[in-house]
């Protein structure tokens, strides 16, 4: 056989390879990450439930999930060991590290009125409204003076009689 042959054979085998190694590697953090659980850390769950740990076997954990109820996990269903503060956080809503930009939890103070900006706003309303500039405007006037209006007689006899119908109380609603 040549090489060319066993070239794509050999490319297969070692993308296999590299993601079972992959993939090892992960279950061996997960296995350590599992192993050093102690009592007292905080746990959560696979099924996203967030618990303490109360004590630690070869195969299972017992975890208190709130006050007087303790629950029996196999250590595969252990997710995720949390720090801490990061386990405080999510469970009993403390924050240890504290920022000066929180947002307030009443919108009163995100309304207030800076002073500059309201002294500002009262010099002049603002006109959103399109200006003609005086150059556009006497562009138009010597266009119109140039070119006399041509109208149609038919337009203009169909436009009266239309106007002699309301006239005579008819209207256009149908």
């Given at each position: 056989?040549?090489?060319?042959?066993?070239?794509?054979?050999?490319?297969?085998?070692?993308?296999?390879?590299?993601?079972?190694?992959?993939?090892?590697?992960?279950?061996?953090?997960?296995?350590?990450?599992?192993?050093?659980?102690?009592?007292?850390?905080?746990?959560?769950?696979?099924?996203?439930?967030?618990?303490?740990?109360?004590?630690?076997?070869?195969?299972?954990?017992?975890?208190?999930?709130?006050?007087?109820?303790?629950?029996?996990?196999?250590?595969?269903?252990?997710?995720?060991?949390?720090?801490?503060?990061?386990?405080?956080?999510?469970?009993?809503?403390?924050?240890?590290?504290?920022?000066?930009?929180?947002?307030?939890?009443?919108?009163?103070?995100?309304?207030?009125?800076?002073?500059?900006?309201?002294?500002?706003?009262?010099?002049?309303?603002?006109?959103?409204?399109?200006?003609?500039?005086?150059?556009?405007?006497?562009?138009?006037?010597k266009a119109d003076d140039?070119?006399?209006?041509?109208?149609?007689?038919?337009?203009?006899?169909?436009?009266?009689?239309?106007?002699?119908?309301?006239?005579?109380?008819?209207?256009?609603?149908?």
């Amino acid at each position: 056989m040549s090489l060319v042959t066993l070239l794509p054979f050999i490319v297969l085998i070692g993308a296999m390879f590299l993601m079972t190694r992959s993939a090892k590697k992960k279950q061996q953090q997960a296995v350590d990450m599992r192993n050093q659980m102690q009592p007292g850390s905080g746990v959560r769950t696979i099924g996203g439930m967030y618990a303490t740990v109360k004590e630690v076997s070869d195969d299972t954990v017992l975890v208190d999930a709130g006050p007087g109820v303790e629950l029996l996990f196999a250590k595969n269903a252990i997710g995720a060991v949390l720090s801490d503060d990061e386990y405080n956080r999510i469970v009993h809503g403390i924050e240890h590290d504290l920022k000066s930009d929180i947002v307030p939890d009443d919108a009163s103070s995100l309304t207030e009125v800076d002073e500059h900006a309201a002294d500002a706003s009262d010099d002049k309303p603002i006109d959103l409204g399109k200006k003609d500039t005086p150059a556009d405007a006497a562009d138009e006037a010597k266009a119109d003076d140039a070119e006399p209006k041509k109208t149609d007689d038919a337009e203009s006899k169909k436009a009266d009689d239309a106007e002699s119908k309301k006239a005579d109380g008819e209207s256009d609603a149908k």
